[in-house]
């Protein structure tokens, strides 16, 4: 059973939208912090955004602010990205990551922070 499974990336044209959900399985999925990361081609991890246990707590990457935005529903044990007005530099993979509380930013790209980590889907933006 995987922990975390990502989907709903796809080729969007820029301007366009895309709501990616991740759905977590075998653990506590209301006690953690779930957070996004993105990896775009020949480059490094880049965190997107973040999500307190409850909902609380939201933060974004300047780059995305006032274009993404992040919610959970924890009966559902999944959390949303919802990406609006896309860009071309938005294009990359996209992981999910879950963590037992607040990872401050310079642990935010270390894999080995977060309890689980997705296997990630692809958002392409490209006309």
């Known amino acids: 059973q995987v922990p975390l499974v990502e989907s709903g990336g796809d080729l969007v044209q820029p301007g366009g939208s895309l709501r990616l959900s991740c759905s977590a399985s075998?653990?506590?999925?209301?006690?953690?912090?779930m957070y996004w990361v993105r990896q775009a081609p020949g480059k490094g991890l880049e965190w997107v955004s973040r999500i307190g246990s409850s909902g609380e707590s939201i933060a974004y990457a300047d780059s995305v602010k006032a274009r993404f935005t992040i919610s959970r529903d924890n009966p559902k044990n999944t959390v949303y990205l919802q990406m609006n007005s896309l860009k071309p530099e938005d294009t990359g993979m996209y992981y999910c990551a879950a963590a037992t509380g607040y990872l401050p930013m310079q642990d935010r790209l270390q894999k080995e922070r977060y309890q689980y980590w997705g296997q990630g889907t692809q958002v392409t933006v490209s006309s």
């Open positions: 075998g653990f506590a999925f209301s006690n953690y912090w």
